[in-house]
């Protein structure tokens, strides 16, 4: 077993034990996907709860997506885990006064809100391919419908109120989920780098703005696969709500690390060591310069000029991408950035990266790509395309049971 | 395990080290490893030595402990441990070696943040983990601000010092305590009023390692500096 087992070099003075980086890139992919969650379904919330009409077009992608993401945000936990077979431990006997063990509640009611409100969402759409198709989808459909086959306004009206209602509740649980995994590290008074009282903040508005900027991606990749138009004013909006949201972000993440440097605490010269040296390019320049100060400025830019048409496209997945690099920056510079600055606040540690191995480089990558694989599959039974999740109110429909 | 007639309601054990004693020789650290089946790694200790070396025109210490490769280097293995003579042709102001282990807090951050409960408090003041119960995700690693703990790859689980508590249950002393031939490490039962730490405590003007985190650390250290943390 010793082969899997790296040691971390150092520099400085650091504890013996702390030279095997215990929390790896596994743990990086988890608050990323976590935030995908709940920036996705903040886009559905925007729509479904604050009536924000422009972003209708992307108001199912945007639950599905957060259902995709969140069916494997468990995974990279699950894999860590030196007994995963002991994870149920978790729900059996939670221990109340740790941060994490709220963790398989807090991902069990979300992930049940989810698809309560998908199977709300989609009901028209089951409805009517369970009526339509025959053989082994017919039957999926049929299944899916849970017997409920009414399609009248009544019906309808009825749906959309619990569309409604699951949606303000999925606010604060998509939230709460993701603001917790601030705390898990936020509430830590090991290490200087993680102990901040805004760091759940800093974690719920970076999640905000990696689900809306997913999204852009996500629409404008879509449409160009369907070979559709892109719906502009929508775009607009979800640059708007990104643009918005990342002055948040960037206000937040500024303050901390001013935070940190103005109170001056033991051990910040080592921290000042760490990001003026092998974080400066993780940490100031693809975090803050490319991945947020670039793209909010050419956001700016494209609101100030009303720049429209393929320019806009281009130049708003363009700041998107920007934008869900930064993330993953920010997620990577927290966990791995605060493990390879010692508890000694004496020394310094280098986290190689392994590519091979449950929590190696590939495995990660494929844990951000499997639930994009999943919407891809799942659009394919609940398509979340405008035109075929409008209720039908065709006569053959109503009423029927 | 405890014997059947111990009763952990009675005693309230704390740990003494008095590092003005301390010559690096390093027999705890090896009596430790064999006592407790503690990985024969230099990256995974319950409990080290850390030498503090002050050179003549320097103002910090150079500080180092067996998992420098240097010691490393010096012992040929990673399976013994020494502290290579680096300083010998050197200007030494001051130094002193400084025994560290599991400081078994009265509110020990690492009990707070186990999710499954798996690490505990028991009545008698020792801070254990049920390697039966640990689903090692190693929260209690990050959550030590003492570097006590480490993960057993092989196992699944965290690890850390028990105090040897299947020694002090049955009356014996931790194996640390035992073999240290100049008596820099101290333990007893702070319910008695003559017991080794008892006295150690009130004869000793002591100190514990980061205070200011709230753990209340039930180590008590004489004859150390304030670069020691």
Do not use: M
């Given at each position: 077993m010793d082969h899997f087992i790296h040691y971390a070099p150092f520099t400085g003075w650091v504890y013996p034990n702390e030279t095997v980086i215990e929390w790896s890139v596994a743990i990086v992919v988890y608050p990323y996907i976590t935030g995908l969650v709940a920036g996705a379904f903040t886009v559905s919330s925007l729509y479904q709860v604050f009536g924000f009409q422009r972003l209708k077009p992307v108001a199912h992608l945007a639950l599905l997506t957060s259902l995709c993401f969140m069916f494997f945000v468990p995974l990279p936990l699950l894999l860590h885990l030196g007994h995963p077979e002991r994870a149920v431990n978790n729900l059996l006997t939670p221990h109340v006064t740790s941060a994490m063990a709220m963790f398989g509640y807090f991902a069990s009611?979300?992930?049940?809100?989810?698809?309560?409100?998908?199977?709300?969402?989609?009901?028209?759409?089951?409805?009517?391919?369970?009526?339509?198709?025959?053989?082994?989808?017919?039957?999926?459909?049929?299944?899916?419908?849970?017997?409920?086959y009414d399609l009248s306004e009544k019906a309808l009206r009825y749906d959309k109120k619990w569309i409604f209602w699951l949606a303000i509740a999925g606010i604060p649980g998509a939230h709460g989920l993701h603001g917790y995994v601030g705390f898990v590290f936020g509430s830590l008074k090991s290490r200087e780098w993680w102990s901040s009282d805004l760091m759940p903040a800093v974690f719920l508005f970076s999640a905000i703005i990696s689900g809306v900027a997913l999204l852009i991606v996500l629409y404008v990749v879509s449409c160009l696969l369907r070979r559709i138009p892109i719906d502009l004013g929508c775009l607009k909006g979800l640059a708007y709500t990104v643009w918005g949201f990342i002055m948040v972000a960037l206000l937040l993440e500024g303050l901390e690390f001013a935070n940190i440097i103005y109170k001056g605490r033991e051990g910040v010269e080592m921290i000042v060591e760490y990001v003026s040296g092998p974080l400066l390019i993780p940490y100031f320049i693809l975090q803050f310069a490319v991945g947020a100060i670039l793209p909010l400025l050419l956001l700016s830019y494209m609101i100030w000029r009303g720049t429209t048409g393929r320019a806009l496209i281009v130049g708003v997945t363009f700041s998107a991408c920007l934008v869900l690099l930064s993330v993953f920056m920010m997620r990577w510079n927290v966990v791995i950035g605060g493990q390879e600055i010692s508890k000694t606040g004496k020394g310094l540690l280098t986290y190689h990266l392994q590519v091979l191995g449950k929590e190696g480089l590939i495995v990660a990558i494929l844990l951000v790509v499997a639930p994009l694989i999943t919407l891809l599959g799942i659009s394919r039974l609940l398509p979340p395309w405008e035109e075929s999740t409008a209720p039908s109110s065709s006569p053959a429909h109503a009423g029927a049971r | 395990m405890p014997t059947p007639d111990y009763d952990w309601t009675q005693h309230r054990w704390a740990f003494g080290v008095d590092a003005t004693k301390c010559?690096?020789?390093?027999?705890?650290?090896?009596?430790?490893?064999?006592?407790?089946?503690?990985?024969?790694?230099?990256?995974?200790?319950?409990?080290?030595?850390?030498?503090?070396?002050?050179?003549?025109?320097?103002?910090?210490?150079?500080?180092?402990?067996?998992?420098?490769?240097?010691?490393?280097?010096?012992?040929?293995?990673?399976?013994?441990?020494?502290?290579a003579n680096r300083y010998k042709d050197a200007k030494v102001e001051k130094a002193f070696f400084v025994p560290k282990l599991c400081n078994h807090c009265t509110h020990p951050a690492c009990v707070q943040v186990c999710p499954v409960g798996a690490t505990y408090k028991t009545p008698d003041g020792v801070v254990l983990i049920d390697h039966k119960y640990c689903i090692g995700c190693r929260y209690c690693v990050q959550a030590c601000p003492y570097g006590a703990r480490y993960f057993i790859e092989e196992?699944?689980?965290?690890?850390?010092?028990?105090?040897?508590?299947h020694r002090i249950t049955k009356g014996l002393q931790p194996a640390c305590v035992e073999v240290c031939p100049v008596g820099a490490r101290i333990f007893g039962d702070l319910n008695e009023k003559q017991s080794p730490i008892s006295q150690f405590i009130r004869n000793n003007r002591v100190q514990v390692l980061k205070p200011e985190t709230g753990n209340a650390p039930n180590v008590f250290y004489v004859g150390i500096d304030r670069e020691v943390n």
């Open positions: 009611f979300y992930i049940v809100l989810l698809l309560v409100e998908t199977w709300f969402a989609f009901r028209p759409h089951i409805v009517e391919q369970a009526q339509k198709r025959t053989g082994l989808l017919g039957t999926f459909y049929r299944v899916l419908t849970l017997g409920s | 010559i690096g020789c390093l027999r705890c650290v090896e009596a430790c490893k064999r006592e407790n089946d503690v990985p024969l790694t230099a990256h995974h200790f319950r409990t080290w030595v850390e030498r503090y070396v002050y050179l003549e025109g320097e103002e910090r210490p150079r500080i180092d402990s067996h998992h420098d490769p240097v010691n490393i280097a010096a012992s040929g293995s990673e399976k013994e441990y020494r502290f196992k699944g689980v965290s690890d850390k010092c028990t105090w040897c508590y």
